[in-house]
């Protein structure tokens, strides 16, 4: 198995639990590169289909609860890129668009939004709501959606992705050459190589390494991206407006300031979002080799 962001050889790091319908403690290998800092479960991709059609965020029962604990979130997360767009009604691209809640959000302030959300009774329900959602990037080509985006996101999607490379090539095409692509992703990295290096931890329970198909660090983010002909343009470590369990709000109260002091290196907050720009908006997409050395150089600004 080879890493998904520099090709190289994965080395045996770990066991992670793993659900699957009907069997909730499937135990999966999970490997490392020792380059771009990667975990990588080994999981064919039907698998992780299976674990998302089936997953607590695709299921129509948990709406109400996914609502109440991300809307001001989203709103904060509006206020991080807004400064980016001076035009009103710029056109977003909402991949793995679940629900439709930040697309509500955006529409609800201007906003042109289109969606992409594969788990077909979340794009009913979303439908039902006026909101235009696409099954595939496909369906959406095929639909003459030509115009490029301004904004496209990819909250808690990218690291369910056994390849994520198709998918980055698309979107660059996809993506204004002024255009901002966004990235959430849970933040499994940092805490499991904290067990793994003082507690000597060989296997992950769920509540750690969670349904991560790639574990991304801030590193293994950088290249990804760099590989595409992105660069970094803001990272953010802390969330504003979610509303958790106490424990949940206490261990990001105490984590952010430890990743900002440190830089990033010591990365235990709950999820880390990145604002990227196209690095050469009229060349297409960079080479591995020529980029891998430009993703060390990004100066982006950061917060804790
Ligand atoms: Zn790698």
Redesign the pocket.
């Known amino acids: 198995m080879l890493?998904p962001?520099?090709g190289?050889d994965l080395t045996p790091y770990a066991t992670a639990d793993y659900y699957l319908p009907g069997s909730p403690h499937v135990i999966t290998n999970i490997l490392c590169?020792q380059?771009?800092?990667?975990l990588v479960r080994a999981i064919p991709p039907q698998q992780v289909h299976d674990h998302c059609s089936v997953a607590s965020y695709t299921n129509l029962a948990n709406e109400p609860l996914y609502r109440r604990q991300r809307d001001k979130y989203f709103i904060f997360l509006f206020n991080v890129f807004r400064k980016y767009f001076t035009k009103q009604g710029p056109r977003y691209l909402d991949f793995g668009c679940s629900y439709g809640h930040f697309m509500e959000v955006l529409r609800s302030r201007g906003w042109n939004v289109t969606g992409v959300e594969f788990v077909a009774p979340l794009r009913e329900y979303c439908a039902a709501k006026g909101l235009v959602v696409f099954e595939s990037l496909e369906a959406l080509e095929n639909a003459g959606e030509e115009e490029p985006f301004g904004l496209i996101a990819l909250i808690d999607v990218l690291y369910h992705l056994s390849d994520p490379n198709p998918l980055m090539a698309s979107l660059r095409k996809l993506l204004r050459d002024d255009g901002v692509l966004l990235i959430r992703v849970t933040n499994r990295y940092g805490l499991t190589r904290l067990l793994k290096r003082v507690f000597r931890r060989s296997h992950f329970r769920y509540q750690v390494l969670g349904d991560a198909t790639v574990t991304y660090s801030k590193k293994?983010m950088d290249?990804l991206l760099a590989n595409h002909g992105f660069t970094v343009v803001e990272r953010r470590y802390w969330e504003g407006g979610k509303r958790e369990e106490w424990k949940f709000t206490l261990f990001s109260l105490l984590t952010a300031p430890l990743c900002w002091i440190t830089g990033g290196r010591v990365m235990l907050t709950p999820g880390l979002t990145v604002l990227a720009k196209k690095v050469r908006p009229q060349t297409g997409v960079a080479s591995r080799e020529r980029t891998a050395s430009a993703g060390e150089g990004t100066s982006a600004r950061e917060h804790p």
């Open positions: 890493c962001v520099r190289n590169c380059h771009c800092e990667a293994t290249r």
